[in-house]
């Protein structure tokens, strides 16, 4: 039986629906970014917490190991081991929430350090609370508007580095739709079939601006609340 099938975006090199593919690849983008942005939050904060509240060796050596990684640029080192152990779902999810942990780690590092000496804190301290309730009952809530800010600037940086990955045959393969790979196959049909490259670009764009800007109302809202 023939029937007709119409295509919204058109159809790739292999007869695939587009607009199907880019669904499927929104949703395999975005549970990337939740997932490596949730490790790096869990990275950053437990890293933080140790260097900034108890200071010392372990402060020095916690600034100076996220010196190192902040000192080349990470999408090389996330090359490296994708392409050392393997391209799954889970390590994309773990190299990448690994490789974005710097950031977060000096924001709540840097708070840390400035309230342990607030008399709130110390008054906690002479009250006979745990270090577990004085981190995450009392210094965490303070640092949550900075903490949310950065976490949602970089969950834009996380699509666009598993999308760049995904460009350079680095990312999940042929088992899941990416839109990288859907950019790195179009860009050779081109003069013939340009919308296989416009829409995944034109859906990354949109998703990336949307992630930015939500970022930049919300800075600007805790700063309003902050004054």
């Known amino acids: 039986e023939i029937s007709t099938k119409y295509f919204l975006l058109g159809s790739d090199e292999y007869g695939r629906d587009i607009f199907s593919r880019l669904i499927y690849g929104t949703r395999l983008s975005l549970f990337v970014g939740f997932g490596s942005v949730l490790i790096s939050f869990i990275i950053g904060m ?18 100076r190991l996220s010196d190192i990684f902040l000192s080349f640029p ?14 799954s779902i889970l390590t994309i999810i ?5 490789a974005g942990w710097m950031s977060l780690f000096k924001i709540i590092r840097n708070e840390t350090a ?69 950019i790195e196959a179009g860009q050779y049909y081109l003069s013939k079939a340009w919308w296989m490259s416009l829409f995944p670009c034109l ?4 998703t990336l601006y949307t992630a930015n800007h939500f970022g930049g109302k919300l800075e600007s809202v805790f700063k309003i609340k902050m004054r």
Do not use: C, R
């Open 46 to 63: 437990l890293l933080g917490f140790t260097a900034g509240y108890y200071g010392g060796l372990a402060d020095t050596v916690l600034n």
């Open 74 to 87: 990470i999408i090389f080192l996330i090359i490296l081991i994708v392409a050392l152990f393997g391209n």
């Open 94 to 98: 773990s190299v990448l929430g690994f």
């Open 114 to 182: 400035a309230l342990k000496n607030k008399d709130f804190i110390i008054t906690a301290k002479m009250m006979g609370f745990s270090n577990y309730h004085i981190l995450f009952k009392e210094m965490l809530p303070i640092m949550m508007p900075s903490i949310v800010v950065t976490l949602v600037l970089q969950y834009g940086g996380v699509i666009i580095a598993e999308s760049a990955l995904s460009y350079l045959g680095l990312g999940l393969g042929n088992n899941f739709p990416s839109w990288g790979a859907m």
């Open 203 to 206: 859906f990354l764009f949109l």
